[in-house]
Nanobody, 122 residues
């Protein structure tokens, strides 16, 4: 099982980026796909998640109203649309899959993609 994240880059504050994560191997309705981010010296933090089967979405307070997570069951992929980006959103972003349901802790996710760097300049 592999997750392949892409879409990071350099953007000015107020701008937008769309991250993509393509999954190999089947994603089941009970799975949860999530996005996390990490900056040097800090713990990986929850950003957003989506229940694969029903599509319910969950967000960290810091991104609510600015970021939107979505999934495509046909493409076996998850996306993170990031609008109104702020310098504090600068981080390495990771997609992940939990086979054990919704969890806001990165340690609960079994499958991880490589990170994609998002840099927001002020």
């Amino acid at each position: 099982v592999q997750l392949q994240a892409s879409g990071g880059g350099l953007v000015q504050a107020g701008g937008s980026l769309r991250l993509s994560c393509a999954a190999s191997g089947r994603t089941y309705s009970s799975h949860v796909m999530g996005w996390f981010r990490q900056t040097p010296g800090k713990e990986r933090e929850f950003v957003a998640a989506v229940r694969w089967g029903v599509g319910n979405t969950y967000y960290a307070d810091s991104v609510k109203g600015r970021f939107t997570i979505s999934r495509s069951t046909a493409e076996n992929a998850v996306y993170l649309q990031m609008n109104s980006l702020k310098p504090e959103d600068t981080a390495e972003y990771y997609c992940a899959r939990s086979r054990s349901g919704l969890n806001y802790k990165h340690t609960a996710y079994e499958d991880w993609g490589q990170g994609t760097l998002v840099t927001v300049s002020s």
